[in-house]
């Protein structure tokens, strides 16, 4: 399978607790992408990388978030003090860096789901 | 927040119906894009309109766009219980780097019942 991978699947843990979460591109990809989607939303922007610069932060990344892609592969999403409201489906997704203009199409894995408890 | 609002938010149709569904948004934008999500995974990206067509077609699937009226249409012809997901439109905002967030509207929720 050549598609974006995140893994674990599944995450419960419980509140104050660390997790975290890891993606990997489709292998010729240069740009990485998270997102997060609450039940009966669509997903939200959180973060983005091109190669292993951290190019942009949403303001919904609190600083109990960091991500890290650091030789420009796989990234990881890591949340320390988790909270009930940090319960979501997180998505990663790649793209090729093929320049502006809808000529770049993001490619989703099938996310990382956490409940906090 | 969200740029799109998918309509309506959810749709119930017998297989062998077509789907239409709607998509509102508030700024300009350079392109489109129509995203479907299955239960519990990922999304899977369907077709991309630009800004300067009106039309756009891929095997069973027909997106318009009226740049005037800010909305897009996404058509499922002949449906199948298999097209069962929820259904998303994007628009795109600008990252540094030349690349694009994609902005998410609620989607809406298609059934296809056999």
């Known amino acids: 399978d050549t598609g974006v991978s995140q893994d674990p699947r599944h995450k419960i843990t419980k509140r104050g607790q660390n997790v975290t979460f890891r993606c990997d591109p489709i292998s010729e990809h240069n740009r990485l992408y998270w997102y997060r989607q609450t039940l009966g939303q669509g997903p939200e922007f959180l973060t983005y990388?091109?190669?292993?610069?951290?190019?942009?932060k949403s303001r919904l990344l609190s600083d109990r978030f960091s991500a890290e892609r650091p030789k420009g592969s796989f990234s990881t999403l890591e949340i320390q003090r988790t909270e009930q409201g940090d319960s979501a489906m997180y998505l990663c997704a790649s793209s090729l860096g093929q320049g502006r203009g809808g000529r770049d199409i993001q490619y989703f894995g099938a996310g990382t789901r956490l409940s906090v408890l | 927040s969200q740029q799109g609002e998918e309509d309506p938010q959810a749709l119930s149709i017998q297989e062998g119906e077509n789907a239409t569904m709607n998509c509102s948004y508030k700024t300009s934008i350079n392109n489109l894009q129509w995203y479907r999500q299955n239960s519990g995974r990922g999304l899977v990206h369907l077709i991309l309109?630009?800004?300067?067509?009106r039309e756009k077609h891929s095997g069973r699937l027909r997106v318009t766009l009226d740049t005037s009226k800010k909305s897009s249409s996404l058509l499922i012809t002949a449906s199948r219980a298999a097209d069962t997901a929820s259904y998303f439109c994007?628009?795109?905002?600008?990252?540094?780097?030349?690349?694009?967030?994609?902005?998410f509207g609620k989607g809406t929720k298609l059934t296809v019942n056999p």
């Open positions: 990388f091109q190669n292993e610069a951290q190019l942009e």
């Open positions: 994007a628009t795109a905002g600008i990252l540094q780097g030349g690349s694009e967030k994609l902005v």
């Open positions: 309109i630009r800004s300067n067509e």
